[in-house]
């Protein structure tokens, strides 16, 4: 596995999404990607699935400091209060007492970003979590935290894929040597059956899923955690990271649309 260095943890480059997961598909789902080696989990109060993955991390025998744990707080717990809350849910539900990173899962439009950060650094000092971070953060927010408040964030994770420039928001995240956590990054499930990525994964004896992970790997800065629930796409997403990939397949990726954003919530604010 790699990992990127960033606010003092060392994060897995590949991670297991597990939104749309519930329940027992949840449970077997990161039981079977621990077993195949996956060491970084993402969830998020929203998602419902703490207690299925706090199931699961239970029953794995893997040590827990192997682990790297993602939870977030919803964008309607964003007051100091509600933060410790949900944190303190997520805590209990995932059967942890600390995660590697706790994201702000959203902005939201009435927030108070001094008072939250003062929360979040406090949870971070008291080594419940271990780093904490923000979600769908657009450039001016993250000018706000990072030049203003001065907050330690430990990533942007925002929707990525082959269909998705974010030229300017990674450009600005590298020059904070700030990783950008890739979401969709498969353009959910989108990206498998592209024609364009189908024909460069016959060149490498790969598949599109894997040829649209590897170009996401590629780039400095960035992981990616594509949720999958079967087994065996868990096997080839995990495998992506040692796929060959040259100029020419960069250069027909390049070249592809770059204007599919596919998450865009009615409270989200501007990207640009
Ligand atoms: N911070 C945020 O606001 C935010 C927003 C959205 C997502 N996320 C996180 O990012 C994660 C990933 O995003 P996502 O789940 O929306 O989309 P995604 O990872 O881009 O795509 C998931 C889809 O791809 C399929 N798939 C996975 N591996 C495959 C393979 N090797 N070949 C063919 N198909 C494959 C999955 O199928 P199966 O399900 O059948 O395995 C599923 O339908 C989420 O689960 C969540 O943890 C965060």
């Known amino acids: 596995m790699e990992y990127l260095e960033t606010q003092d943890i060392s994060l897995p480059r590949l991670g297991l999404g597990t939104f749309r997961m519930q329940g027992d598909v949840c449970r077997a789902a990161v039981e079977s990607a621990l077993g195949l080696g996956y060491r970084h989990i993402d969830t998020a109060e929203m998602y419902g699935n703490e207690d299925a993955i706090g199931a699961a991390v239970a029953s794995s025998g893997v040590a827990r400091r192997d682990l790297h744990i993602t ?3 919803w964008n309607e717990n964003l007051a100091p209060d509600a933060i410790r809350r949900a944190f303190d849910l997520s805590l209990k539900k995932l059967r942890l007492d600390h995660v590697d990173l706790y994201l702000v899962h959203w902005p939201a439009k009435n927030m108070n970003l001094p008072a939250m950060f003062e929360t979040l650094i406090k949870l971070k000092a008291e080594g419940r979590a271990r780093a904490i971070g923000v979600a ?18 430990a990533c942007n994770q925002v929707e990525y894929h082959v269909f998705l420039d974010q030229t300017p928001l990674r450009k600005y995240l590298a020059a904070k040597s700030i990783p950008l956590v890739a979401y969709c990054p498969l353009a959910q499930g989108g990206a498998a059956t592209d024609k364009t990525l189908m024909a460069i994964g016959r060149k490498h004896g790969a598949s599109a899923a894997q040829v649209a992970l590897k170009w996401l ?5 960035v992981a990616a955690i594509p949720k ?4 065996d796409s868990q096997k ?4 992506a990271l040692h796929v060959g990939h040259d100029d020419e397949d960069r250069a027909a990726i390049g ?3 770059k204007n599919k954003r596919l998450v865009n919530p009615g409270f989200a604010p501007a990207w640009d």
């Open 71 to 73: 939870t977030k707080v």
């Open 136 to 153: 769908n953060f657009n450039i001016a927010l993250l000018k706000t935290v990072v030049e203003q408040i001065e907050a330690p964030i």
């Open 217 to 221: 790997l590629d780039q400095d800065g």
């Open 228 to 231: 999958a629930s079967r087994a």
């Open 236 to 239: 080839a997403n995990l495998g």
């Open 255 to 257: 070249a592809l649309p």
